[in-house]
């Protein structure tokens, strides 16, 4: 999957390319610079002692990865695993991961005046892992903070 | 050399240098082997203390003999198998050795195309036996 990454418009307002995904009912985007595949969700191995948002590990390609419960992370309920869930390798700095999503949507560029600040009552555990909010296509989109999920997965 | 231990649901890697012994066990109240030196031992079920929902039905157990200073655990899993392939153990990710509540994952080896956690018995055996002596303490 080919990602284009960001470009700016006349305004200089930056337009920003992600892939969609869903969680429960809800859409969130994942900056597209940082994904690096897509594939259908198979079982992973449990880690003894793990966390419940990094529960286990895949093998992609020779390369171990934590499997990231993106649910949990954004403190989602937990889900059972359907035809549409997916892993989502994401890449960010040193660290590589496989974020469990329920169904991956489609890749869409997203016009830089289409954002603005996540809503101000959302929970700030919640809230840290959001950059921002956006109507796109008549639905309200959550673009996703990798750095801050990293640093959140990160803490004890 | 590394030994696959199975339990009712997983599979892991275990060193075989950190086994002392392996023995036959059946689902018994005593156990008393010649070679345990006056050591008073501990049994644990290895499936369920690392995960609540692996719970092996089997009579027929196999014991891991893992001696500490005073005590020895034997750790009891559904079978196990030599490992002669030389495949390298590669580390965990740091994202999630970070995170391990206790530090008894320590890597992982690819077998049949699927990943499988390594084992640090001894780390186990020592928790094991603080955990007792933390109860013991409390009671």
């Known amino acids: 999957m080919t990602m284009t990454g960001m470009r700016s418009d006349s305004a200089g307002q930056t337009d920003q390319s992600v892939l969609l995904i869903r969680l429960a009912d809800e859409v969130y ?28 590990i895949i093998s992609q390609r020779g390369v171990i990865l934590p499997v990231v419960d993106l649910r949990l992370v954004l403190g989602l309920p937990t889900a059972e695993t359907s035809r549409s869930t997916r892993l989502v390798t994401v890449a960010y700095e040193d660290v590589d991961m496989a974020l469990l999503v329920d169904a991956v949507i489609d890749l869409a560029v997203v016009p830089g005046d289409a954002f603005g600040q996540p809503p101000a009552g959302l929970d700030p555990a919640r809230a840290r892992l959001l950059r921002a909010v956006a109507l796109h296509e008549d639905q309200t989109v959550a673009l996703l903070d990798v750095g801050e999920i990293v640093a959140a997965l990160r803490e004890a | 050399m590394l030994l696959i231990v199975r339990t009712a649901r997983h599979r892991y890697i275990v060193r075989r240098e950190d086994v002392a012994a392996l023995r ?43 001696p500490l200073r005073r005590r020895t655990i034997a750790l009891l899993v559904d079978a196990v198998d030599n490992l002669v392939d030389h495949a390298v153990v590669q580390p965990l990710p740091p994202l999630l050795r970070e995170r391990l509540r206790e530090p008894w994952a320590t890597g992982v080896l690819m077998v049949d195309e699927q990943p499988v956690v390594q084992l640090d018995v001894r780390a186990i055996a020592r928790s094991i036996l603080l955990r007792r002596a933390r109860d013991a303490e409390q009671k």
Request: no cysteine; hydrophobic share 40%.
């Open chain 1, 29 to 56: 985007a994942l900056p597209s610079s940082y994904v690096r595949e897509v594939g259908r969700y198979r079982a992973f191995t449990p880690v003894p002692g793990a966390p419940s948002t990094i529960p286990g």
């Open chain 2, 24 to 66: 036959a066990f059946t689902r018994i109240a005593s156990y008393h082997q010649p070679g345990d030196e006056g050591r008073t031992s501990i049994i644990v079920e290895l499936g369920p203390l690392l995960d609540p929902a692996d719970i092996s039905v089997m009579q027929r157990r196999h014991a891991l003999i893992i």
